[in-house]
Structure formats: structure tokens, C-alpha cells
T-cell receptor, first 114, second 115 residues
Framework: DVKVTQSSRYLVKRTGEKVFLECVQD?????MFWYRQDPGLGLRLIYF???????EKGDIPEGYSVSREKKERFSLILESASTNQTSMYLC?????????????FGPGTRLTVT | EDKVVQSPLSLVVHEGDTVTLNCSYE??????LLWYKQEKKAPTFLFML????IEKKSGRLSSILDKKELFSILNITATQTGDSAVYLC???????????????FGQGTILTVHP
């Protein structure tokens, strides 16, 4: 069974804090993704990575950065958290190529920035 | 700009009813359309569609794609309370000739099935 785990289910941070969200997968997937999910907007892609140390911007990268130092781990960083980054954050992973669409999601981290 | 639109945004039915969920898209470099089911936590994969007119079926769920009119439908027959969830439609895009699994999602349809 594929397992994608995220470091926290719930997180409360203050405006201006640096926030790290961690994601780990155990299926040796090359691709990893970070999404945020907001009511009425669906899932929106923030960043993705197709290999260690490789990263690509998604549709809404502003205010975020990522790090992929090991194949199994993909971190999302909010350099200076703001209230408009309050959201549900979902991590996903997949194999490359023809199976890239078959993404396995983690349980999500609900982040509140006050 | 790539766009995926789902309708309706929410739906309330009774057990045994049949429902049809819609997904329309406008994207460049289409590769596939996907349906996911999201209960309380992580979305889980239901179907991938790449060819027009070929129905994919899994139990009471079925889906079909129309690449000419740029839409897909997801049908659920004889609904059960366990079908209550958010149903997400996503389109996979090819970038530079390669698919990295970049997905553009619709807003989702919230389905509530009452006993």
C-alpha cells in the first residue's frame, strides 16, 4: 500500500513566521506535488518536483518555496506566513511518465495563520 | 489559461437515486482527464479517460469523455450514503512533450446522499 504522510494534521502559526510542511512517501516515486485546497476553488498546484533537487512552479507559487533533498521527502516552505495562506495543504506523489497522473495523496495539513 | 469547471457545485439526493456530475475543460496540451473521490481526507483515484466515447466503469460508477465538446460526465447509479463525498475532476497537461503529472483541478462537486 502506498503511503504518503504529512508531518502535521493541524497547524496554527502567526503572521510573519516561517512555516515548514513536510511530506514523505514510501513508494520510491519520482514525482511529488504540493497543492492547496480552498472552498469553491478546488485543488491548486503550488510546486512540483520530478527528481531530487529539481522543482517546477505550479499555478500559484507566490509566497512559497520547496525543497527536495531526498527522493522520499518534499518540503513546502512559507517564508513569511500571511493570513491568506490559511488553507488545507495536500501533498501527493506519483511515478513518472505514463503513470504520472495516478497521484497518491497524503491526509492533508490544515494550516491556520493568525 | 487552463480551466476546468465542474457542475453542479453541490447536490443532495436520496439513496437509490442516480446522479450525473459534469466536468468541462479548456486546456492546451491535453493528455487525460481524471476523476477523484475525496471523503474526509485524501482524494482517491477513480478513473482516467483519454479517448472519446469509451466508457470506464467500476461497480455503480461510470464515466465517459467527449474530446470534441471538451467535457466528461461521472454517473453514479443506485446511490448509497457511502457515496457522499467531494468528487474532483482534473485534467492532465503535457509540458514540453513530457507529462510530469501536472494536473489542473475543477472546484469539485459536493455530493450528499441521505438515507
Amino acid at each position: 500500500d502506498v503511503k504518503v504522510t504529512q508531518s502535521s494534521r493541524y497547524l496554527v502559526k502567526r503572521t510573519g513566521e516561517k512555516v515548514f510542511l513536510e511530506c514523505v512517501q514510501d513508494m520510491d516515486h519520482e514525482n511529488m506535488f504540493w497543492y492547496r485546497q480552498d472552498p469553491g476553488l478546488g485543488l491548486r498546484l503550488i510546486y512540483f518536483s520530478y527528481d531530487v533537487k529539481m522543482k517546477e512552479k505550479g499555478d500559484i507559487p507566490e509566497g512559497y518555496s520547496v525543497s527536495r533533498e531526498k527522493k522520499e521527502r518534499f518540503s513546502l516552505i512559507l517564508e513569511s506566513a500571511s493570513t491568506n495562506q490559511t488553507s488545507m495543504y495536500l501533498c501527493a506523489s506519483s511515478f513518472p511518465g505514463p503513470r504520472a497522473h495516478e497521484q497518491y495523496f497524503g491526509p492533508g495539513t490544515r494550516l491556520t495563520v493568525t | 489559461e487552463d480551466k476546468v469547471v465542474q457542475s453542479p457545485l453541490s447536490l443532495v439526493v436520496h439513496e437509490g437515486d442516480t446522479v450525473t456530475l459534469n466536468c468541462s475543460y479548456e486546456v492546451t496540451n491535453f493528455r487525460s482527464l481524471l476523476w477523484y473521490k475525496q471523503e474526509k481526507k485524501a482524494p482517491t483515484f477513480l478513473f482516467m479517460l483519454t479517448s472519446s466515447g469509451i466508457e470506464k466503469k467500476s461497480g455503480r460508477l461510470s464515466s465517459i469523455l467527449d474530446k470534441k465538446e471538451l467535457f466528461s460526465i461521472l454517473n453514479i447509479t443506485a446511490t448509497q450514503t457511502g457515496d457522499s463525498a467531494v468528487y474532483l475532476c482534473a485534467v492532465e497537461i503535457i509540458a514540453g512533450g513530457t507529462s510530469y503529472g501536472k494536473l489542473t483541478f475543477g472546484q469539485g462537486t459536493i455530493l450528499t446522499v441521505h438515507p
